[in-house]
Nanobody, 115 residues
Framework: QVQLVESGGGLVQAGGSLRLSCAAS????????MDWYLQAPGKQREMVATITSGGSTNYADSVKGRFTISRDNAKNTVYLQMNSLKPEDTGVYYCRARNRWTDYWGQGTHVTVSS
């Protein structure tokens, strides 16, 4: 079992920055691949960034060059640094931990980007 708690959301003006954190507990954090998802209002949840247990990263085209995902295995935490935020980045951001057998989700943190 893995428990995930996201934090760092809030209200920011377009062009601003936020850093989201996802703290994990309960299992071997370093063995899990980690993802950040965005569920925008009225839309399906979509993956925006992923980092493997080995540190490889991948991003949705919509956030490439603006968002950076990283992990600190010593702190059991994954981060999402979001720069040059746009109103379309608004929504609930969820953290997901996955291994070959199952996955776990956090409760989400709200981000609102005003124009």
């Amino acid at each position: 079992q893995v428990q995930l708690v996201e934090s760092g959301g809030g209200l920011v003006q377009a062009g601003g920055s936020l850093r989201l954190s996802c703290a994990a507990s309960g299992s071997i954090f370093s063995a899990h691949d980690m993802d950040w998802y965005l569920q925008a209002p009225g839309k399906q949840r979509e993956m925006v960034a992923t980092i493997t247990s080995g540190g490889s990263t991948n991003y949705a085209d919509s956030v490439k060059g603006r968002f950076t995902i990283s992990r600190d295995n010593a702190k059991n935490t994954v981060y999402l640094q979001m720069n040059s935020l746009k109103p379309e980045d608004t929504g609930v951001y969820y953290c997901r931990a996955r291994n070959r057998w199952t996955d776990y989700w956090g409760q989400g943190t709200h981000v609102t980007v005003s124009s």
